[in-house]
């Protein structure tokens, strides 16, 4: 099984709204990703965690904030956002971070801020 | 500063014929590279990878070739099926987790 889910598959929110984006994974994985992907373009990575504790953050700004509440979920915090902001929001999870560890993506998040 | 380039962002094949879909890329320094395939409305499905120490993987009709003098990559399907028809995204790494995509080629094959 290399499923990872994700939570809602279309959001539309307004600028001034909180909310938030959940992904799981029963793999057993250790390393959970958020990418950020905007139309034509290849996903860009925001956030890594592994062991559940965050270990890059691609300077990404602060109204979007990650959590890892245990090994096997990842939610990412919205609050604030812009309507640049819209985007196909991937989760992802792989073994470890060693660099043979495959990612297995989820469906994504539609976003759409207005 | 794109490290992983697909120049060719759209691609048509016959059924039952070879579909070759190539990636460049600038940074010697990765030395894991993966194909993946994806559909409207989901994520990126993975297919087949390939380290950096080999030339030549291969996975039923999906064979990833690498010619690390070059820093060029290519995946070749065959046979091409109708169901193959998606965009196709080649990405790499160094021994870091961090994935660098391409920008990748729609694929259609044509029944």
């Known amino acids: 099984d290399t499923e990872v889910t994700q939570t809602p598959k279309h959001l539309v929110m307004g600028m001034t709204n909180k909310k938030s984006l959940k992904c799981e994974q029963h793999?057993?994985?250790?390393?959970m990703y958020w990418y950020k992907q905007k139309a034509k373009k290849p996903p860009e990575l925001m956030f890594v965690?592994?062991?559940?504790?965050?270990?890059i953050n691609e300077s990404v700004p602060s109204r979007f904030s990650p959590e890892c509440p245990n090994s096997s979920l990842l939610n990412l915090h919205l609050h604030a956002l812009q309507p640049e902001d819209s985007a196909l929001y991937l989760c992802?999870?792989?073994?470890?971070?060693?660099?043979?560890?495959?990612?297995?993506f989820g469906p994504g998040t539609r976003l759409t801020v207005l | 500063d794109q490290q992983v380039k697909q120049n060719s962002p759209s691609l048509s094949v016959q059924e039952g014929r070879i579909s070759i879909l190539n990636c460049d890329y600038t940074?010697?320094?990765?030395?894991?590279f993966l194909w993946y395939k994806k559909y409207p409305a989901e994520g990126p499905t993975f297919l087949i990878s390939?380290?950096?120490?080999?030339d030549k993987n291969e996975d039923g009709r999906f064979t990833v070739f690498l010619n690390k003098s070059a820093k060029h990559l290519s995946l070749h399907i065959v046979p091409s099926q109708p169901g193959d028809s998606a965009v196709y995204f080649c990405?790499?790494?160094?021994?870091?987790?961090?994935?660098?995509f391409g920008t990748g080629t729609r694929l259609t094959v044509i029944p």
């Open positions: 992802a999870s792989s073994q470890g971070l060693a660099g043979t560890d495959t990612q297995y």
């Open positions: 793999m057993g994985h250790r390393a």
């Open positions: 965690y592994s062991y559940e504790k965050l270990s």
């Open positions: 940074n010697s320094m990765f030395d894991y």
């Open positions: 390939i380290s950096s120490i080999k």
């Open positions: 990405a790499a790494k160094t021994g870091a987790n961090n994935l660098f």
